[in-house]
């Protein structure tokens, strides 16, 4: 700055290291990272949503069956209620964390395991159905996009799961260390996310999709 | 410095290409774009023209300015005074935005919407709003191959030619272009930019000349190993050549069926530039390509088609294709 | 679910076979035996001098920003030199296949010049992957990954470990395109692909594969890299560094940081979904079945765009920090550059259509597309001027480093012309898929690797504490610009003959002469090459001679100057705090360049790992099963590194602490280092230990905690 540069500074006064750096705050570098993860996660479903826009027009589905034919909205929200349900029992558990509960947190987690693998096995047994009734990936560009983005979803959902269940054996293992309480926050911030993602998943490609 | 002096004498060498280049435009010309014989190229010349002028005037004073401060503030030469302060100046700011600011709206008007509309490969203005036709536009449905051309004019009795376009001077030819199997580019630099080429699709290109004379077409995107051997040449001929090229044609007796374009498609290299006729084509063989496309049909590449050329060749030839 | 593959496959090898591995080849045979002595000379070398431990602990393991900065920018020069040397083979193809008639090697089974059309594709396609996203980031990420963190004042990035592993995933993304070379082919549908040439029916062999997964790595990498740039940048800043004083390379690197976080992803999808294609048969980008073959071309664009200027920001920041050390002034208009900078990352998200105007796509979208893209030469215009204005009234001193910031601000006002004339779709139609773009692209690229010798030039005293030899530097700068003339000239003129690029045969004998003259330039180019190794050589050799102290120039400007050289692994012995933009010639100016801390605190360091190592070199078994289809090696490989991620997030790492005094004694010792003529290279710090960290310090090692590891070696 050309006004600091040019003030007169007086060497007893002036500061030039800084003795009060206590370095960073993990736990906020931490998340500030994961919500660039985020970022960037977001922008994957959003390439996603634009392939599956593209793909989405009538003669995308070539010959084969549009969601109209296939999807079960009904069904799809009990899955919808299960990943809901799921993230307010890990907000539960995140409310448990702030009085330090140990076993607010993993009750609250292990609900919010159970809802999350009931909607994994949903989304399996729903996949099973589909291509029980020939709806594959392999007969047509809409299959494909409807196929690649939902069951990406699912993808981040298992993973999802698997990261829950480090995080138990942690807790039980570790208490709240700083490295824990801070997976914990990453953690909600992926599962809400998920969430998110889900909502518009659920709304453009189920229900838009029954009801085109 | 030994170096510095070899930069020097590359100065020198860099006065050639320019004289060649000014050589190159008074003969039959090898300077394709600058060159443009086709009333659409000729357009884009003129606007890279515009374009080119109005930036190398900014560009060009930038460098001689550059090189000027260069020399002037070269340390411990004293030729000009040093402030170790300025670093700001608003009038400068405000110059230093608004130049290019200026120059980017001039162009935008100028340039890039005129010139969009004017050459727009599906409706381009430039040949359609000046149409004064010595007879009716001539349509030329274009297929592409792996790596052939096959160009078909419906008007004609339906005949077709391979890998050469014979076009009338003074006319306008509307083309529908389609692929069967990747996507390529068709080019005639001297006649018409690029247009994509695409499977399953239809694309459109214009073309007007009123310049008699033959031009080398080229497949401009890379589309598999034939790509290099993939050209045409496009002859722009008076319309009475033309009548009488096209009645040749016409009389072929070589025809091509579905079945026989189906072959005419396999892939294929086509080192000895061969231009079959087509007396006649099956009707609707565009548009029933299109929709073969679209139902998934395809025509492989065999495996390692091109790792050998002599046996790719060898192979062709067994199929008594070359 | 997963497709037939033409050819053989076996459940334990995949597709892979001995007849995969081109040992007929009369190029990639004997390279291969010269690769693998070469291998086994340089193993037998580090085993000789029993330096495997010294290279395992100091460099291997390391989470120092400084030495993962290093091995990314060695990592990038070395493919810098093999893209170099595909660049070579293409021009030499072309100048011997010009013309018509039999020219061909017909022991290569050419029949045009010595390459046939499958492996010329090999060949450009591997340039322009490598040249791009595994030459030109690795450097600029080796850079940023040095400078960002000195430049504000911080002790390492946000995440060190996390920094590693980018680098070792980019290693793996190294390791597997080298070893397409000599295990089956590569991709030959060009660097960018194109849809539906990339469909198994069309490209059946495993090329494509390679092509995949070696982007997907590189993109993994990358995005782990942006998103520390950012925490770092945001969560790190010593005290006083307001965003109003953070360098202009800084900025620069947040910039590209947040377009390459952005951008990343959609590189990601777009190539998985032709993995998808071709892997499980899907009809993404198919021509029948419904599929969309623009959707990728507007995917892959989508990410292709940002990523130019991805690699163009931090060149220009570069720039912006060379100019004004060399012109002793203050950079001209620092809130206009900040600003430029942004707008030009922000337009870049709008442009990519221009990649395809030649798609047909009417003249409204065109003339959008067109209009946008021409936004972008408003603040690139803006910084050349204020760069022009840094050098007037200053007082220049053409360094080697300076000479190649102002060869590339030339470099820069031709491609940004050019640029200008391409972003015109009436124009484009005539130029587009010709040399003439190559020409301009590479005018752009070569800004980048202009800057980036500048910056190495610039910096290198910072990290080793020598210069490099500035006559040998101002040398190869001159080889190397006669060699991007003579290469570069002729290209734009055969793009004005109308040549169309990736011909393997050029067929029109007018152009012979200029490819003559290009191959020139390319001999040109591979003298240059040498005088960067004479260099090199000369400056290790002769380091006593050009030692430097905090202040490599002497007319330098940001924070980074203030630090000993070589940095210590610290960085800073006391976080600096910062009083003024240019830190560093406001306390010169100020009299205070000789202050040094007079107290100390304890800093808290992170601990090297192998893990990042181990995880690296999984990708890359992962990247290898994947292209053959090997897959219980795949989901071997998989679940191996989720496992070994969960064991290091049980492990984590607690770091460790160096007490006030040893830090005393540190910042004495580093500063002796720069005064007694001696070379001293930079040492680690960091504990390191078996498979995983040894975080515990007693466990691992006897010395006393906070004992600096690394220097095992006597202090003297």
Known sequence: MSSSHDKPVDPNQVVLWSDDYEGHDVISTRTFGFWMYILSDGMLFATLFAAYGVLSYSHSYYTGPTPAQFVAPWYTFIQTMALFLSVLAYGFSMASLKTGSKAGVINGIIASMVLGIVFVGLDIHDVLRMISIGVTPEVSGGLSAFYALTQVHAAHIFVGLIWMLVMLYQILRKGFTEDVVGRLISLRMFWQFQAVMWVFIYVFVYLWGYMS | ?322 | MLVNVPGPWSPLLGRLALSEIPYTNPILAPLFVVIVLAGIALVAAITYYGKWGYLWKEWFTTVDHKKLGVMYIILGLVMLFRGFIDGLMMRTQQMLAVGPGDNGMKAMGAIHGYLTPFHFGQVYSAHGLIMILLAATPLLVGIMNIIVPLQIGARDMAYPYLNALGLWITAAAVFLIMISLFVGDFSHNGWFGYAPIFELAYSPGVGVDYWIWTLELVALGTTLGSINFLATVVKMRAPGMTWSRLPIFTWSAVSANIIALTSFPCLQVALALVGADRYLGTHFFTAGFGGNLMLYTNLFWLWGHPEVYFVILPAFGMISEIIPAFSEKPIFGYTAMVLATFAIAGVSWIVWLHHFFTMGMGPYVSTEFSIATMLVGIPTGVKVFNWAATMYKGRLTFSAAMLWAIGALFLLLIGGLTGMMLSIPAVNYMVHNSVFVVAHFHMMLLCIVYAVFGAVIFWFPKVFGFKLHEAWGKIMFWLFSAGTFLVFFPMFMLGFMGETRRLDWPFDPHWAVWFDVQEIGIAVYVLSVLAFLWMIYVSIRDRAHHRVGADAWGTSRSLEWLTDSPVPFYNYAMVPHINARDEAAWRREHGFSESRPDHFAAIHMPNNTGVAVYIGALTFVIGFGLTWRIWWLTVAALILTVLIMIYRSGKGDPGYVISAEEMEKLDRQSRQNMSDGQQHLPKGGGYTGGTVTAYSAAASDQRPQGTPPGNSRPLS
Request: charged fraction near 15%.
């Open chain 2, 1 to 322: 410095m030994l170096n510095k002096a070899k930069q020097s004498h590359l100065r020198y060498l860099a006065i050639i290409p320019l004289l060649l280049l000014l050589n190159g435009c008074a003969k039959h010309s090898i300077w394709w774009i600058f060159n443009p014989k086709g009333v659409g190229a000729k357009a884009s010349y003129d606007y890279m023209m515009i374009d080119v002028a109005v930036m190398l005037a900014i560009v060009g004073v930038t460098a001689i300015l550059i090189v000027w401060f260069m020399w002037k503030y070269q340390k411990g030469k004293n030729r000009g005074t040093y402030d170790g302060k300025w670093e700001h100046s608003r009038k400068l700011e405000v110059a230093f935005w608004g130049i290019p600011i200026v120059a980017v709206a001039f162009l935008s008007w100028a340039v890039a919407i005129h010139g969009s509309f004017a050459v727009n490969p599906y409706n381009p203005t430039i040949i359609t709003k000046h149409m004064k036709p010595k007879g009716d536009p001539i349509q030329v449905d274009v297929i592409a191959t792996d790596w052939q051309w096959l160009f078909i004019y419906p008007q004609f009795h339906n005949m077709a030619v391979a890998n050469e376009l014979v076009v009338p001077a003074h006319t306008p030819v509307f083309f529908k272009l389609t692929s069967t199997a990747v996507t390529t580019d068709f080019f005639v630099p001297q006649l018409l930019g690029m247009i994509d080429v695409m499977p399953g699709m239809r694309t459109k290109d214009a073309l007007e000349s009123n310049n008699l004379g033959t031009y080398q077409g080229i497949a401009a995107d890379y589309c598999g190993a034939g790509t290099s051997w993939m050209l045409f040449k496009t002859k722009v001929v008076s319309m009475a050549d033309f009548k009488q090229w096209a009645d040749g044609v016409e009389n072929s007796p070589n025809t091509m069926n579905y079945a026989a374009f189906n072959r005419f498609a396999e892939p294929y290299i086509n080192v000895k530039d061969k231009t079959p006729v087509y007396g006649h084509v099956e009707h609707g063989l565009f548009n029933h390509l299109l929709l073969e496309v679209m139902d998934g049909k395809k025509w492989p590449l065999p495996m390692f088609m091109t790792e050998n050329m002599f046996h790719c060749l060898k192979l062709q030839a067994s199929e008594h294709r070359a």
